[in-house]
């Protein structure tokens, strides 16, 4: 009995594990379905059909040849803070959140200076309104420019309908109304795309949709993918605001000084110094601290017992007497065993010690 329900027990067990990872299984093939969800549309990190990491990628591939981007990175600040490059392009895709400008007042001062934006939107975005568009087929050229883009296939057929700036111009359009029209602004201009899935990742490869992307972006500028239009943030460093204030040389040059003292300093000047130091000490100061320690710890008698003590081991040392030996010579040198300090000291004296 105890053999079967332990074969039980063991079954159960070996049933019980085999369906854990049977769900494991299974929980990992439902999240392999989203697993592109994690960046939201139009981020350069989403590699789903309506990211921009193949846009991203082409780009910095492209930047190895001639005309290419002159650099290819990611923006995660609001547009005048720190940056962007007055010559750069800043890419932004099916932004996130609500605005009730089309351009702020920092955007616009940069897009002035020679900036150019490209705002990829299907919803409507400050004053502007996106629109599906009445017409079918594919969105028709109505502007010269953009060489080498002729035609565009569009996957939703959507168009700008209200609130474009008066002087901005079409280059495509659908059923009358511009699908892509460009807004001219001081040095820089503002493109606005209704269809931004013709430069994502599930159309870049139809039509001309590479060539779109190549003529959004220019020649030889910096390109940078706004992600801080999808939430993403991050804040200047100490090394950007000084930069930011025109520093960096000054940066530079305090380095190259720091280095050239650095160096000045290992070099030597004349001969090495002697290492030497005095590690003895002055005799004279230890004598004088030993008879004031002496002089308060002992009365007089015991001083010249000490003394005469001392006398003692002195003559024995020099000689090698000892005993009654050693006291008929210490009575010799005191004068016939006197143990004043006078004649202590006059043994002292006619000791080879003493001669010393």
Not at 208 to 219: F, P, V, W
Not at 252 to 278: N, S
Request: without cysteine.
């Amino acid at each position: 009995m105890s053999r079967t329900s332990s074969a039980l027990e063991r079954a159960v067990a070996w049933a019980g594990a085999l369906a854990y990872f049977a769900a494991v299984l299974a929980w990992m093939g439902a999240r392999t379905g989203t697993r592109n969800q994690v960046f939201p549309a139009g981020s350069a990190f989403n590699t789903g059909e309506h990211g921009l990491s193949l846009a991203r990628r082409y780009l910095e591939a492209r930047g190895a040849r001639p005309g290419g981007p002159a650099r290819v990175g990611v923006w995660a600040r609001p547009v005048g803070e720190m940056g962007p490059e007055a010559s750069a392009v800043l890419l932004r895709v099916r932004p996130v959140g609500a605005r009730r400008a089309l351009l702020t007042p920092a955007e616009r001062v940069w897009v002035e200076g020679g900036g150019r934006l490209v705002l990829g939107l299907n919803n409507d975005y400050g004053t502007l309104h996106v629109a599906p568009a009445a017409g079918q087929g594919a969105p028709e050229k109505v502007f010269p420019g953009f060489a080498g883009v002729a035609r565009l296939e569009t996957p939703v057929p959507r168009a700008l309908a209200e609130g474009a700036p008066l002087d901005a111009h079409a280059i495509f359009a659908l059923a009358g109304r511009p699908v892509l029209a460009r807004w001219p602004l001081g040095r820089g201009d503002v493109l606005l795309l209704s269809v931004p899935e013709t430069i994502e990742n599930g159309a870049l490869a139809k039509a001309d949709h590479l060539r779109l992307l190549e003529a959004l972006t220019g020649s030889a500028r910096p390109v940078y993918f706004d992600e801080h239009a999808h939430g993403l943030e991050s804040h200047a460093g100490v090394l950007d605001l000084l930069t930011s204030w025109g520093l960096g040389p000054a940066l530079v040059l305090l380095v190259l000084v720091g280095l050239a003292l650095l160096w000045r300093e290992r070099a030597r000047l004349g001969p090495p110094e002697d290492g030497h130091r005095e590690r003895r000490s002055e005799a004279v100061d230890l004598l004088d601290s030993l008879a004031l320690l002496y002089d308060r710890a002992l009365s007089p008698a015991q001083a010249l017992r000490l003394y005469r003590r001392g006398l003692e081991r002195v003559v024995s040392a020099q000689s090698g007497l000892k005993g009654d030996a050693l006291a008929r010579r210490l009575s010799d040198l005191t004068g016939g065993g006197d143990d004043s300090l006078a004649s202590l000291n006059q043994a002292y004296r006619r000791t080879p010690h003493g001669t010393r």
